[in-house]
């Protein structure tokens, strides 16, 4: 389903799946990170859905927690943002010790890729990029994310490149809005 028009990058929450059929494969993406092949062809079949709890704390930081369910069994992963590009450190299931930064960002500030600047619908306003890396796999990989009109419809969407080494691969992840999380899930804790 299409975002409605008050859903923007200063409210993201909700329930969200990934539409596999308007995103671009990304198997290559997870074989690069490490993640085997077992686990990548079980990622494949899987529905992805993100439920998404997005604040603004007393010091005015924006936190974005999203606790990500895969179907079939898969182990999901917790991303817990605080947007001031400070390095945290955590463990994942499926991605092993990671360390990550986000923040609001223009994407004239985006640095050296083009492809995680195009296809948005606001290009001039702040997105957020979310950068992390695994130093014991060697890889990093940085995302942007935002909205943009797809088969015209508005569209969450996320521009991901991992990079390892010389090698580079890159995907745009296209979600459906599926509808507000339920009092449940907005008053879970979802810090790890």
């Known amino acids: 389903m299409a975002a409605p028009p008050e859903k923007t990058l200063k409210d993201l ?3 969200w799946v990934m539409n596999k059929s308007l995103s671009d494969d990304y198997d290559r993406l997870l074989e690069m990170q490490g993640v085997g092949w077992f686990l990548r062809k079980a990622i494949s079949f899987a529905t992805i859905n993100l439920t998404v709890k997005q604040y603004v704390d007393k010091d005015g930081l924006t936190h974005i927690d999203i606790q990500q369910v895969a179907t079939g069994g898969v182990q999901g992963t917790t991303e817990n943002r605080t947007l001031d590009w400070t390095w945290r450190d955590h463990y994942d ?3 092993g010790n990671v360390k990550a930064m986000s923040r609001w960002v223009k ?3 985006v640095d050296d890729d083009d492809f995680l600047k195009i296809g ?4 001039e306003g702040e997105h957020i990029q979310a950068y992390a890396e695994n130093e014991e796999k060697g890889w990093t ?8 009109e797809i088969n015209g419809d508005r569209r969450y969407v996320r521009h991901v490149v991992v990079r390892k080494g010389d090698d580079w691969k890159q995907a745009r992840l296209v979600y459906d809005y599926q509808g507000a999380a339920n009092k449940d899930d907005d008053d879970a804790d979802l810090a790890y």
Request: hydrophobic share 45%.
């Open 141 to 148: 990989a940085d995302q942007i994310w935002g909205f943009a």
């Open 120 to 123: 948005y619908d606001d290009l």
């Open 93 to 95: 299931g499926i991605f």
């Open 13 to 15: 929450n909700g329930n």
């Open 107 to 109: 994407l004239e500030d």
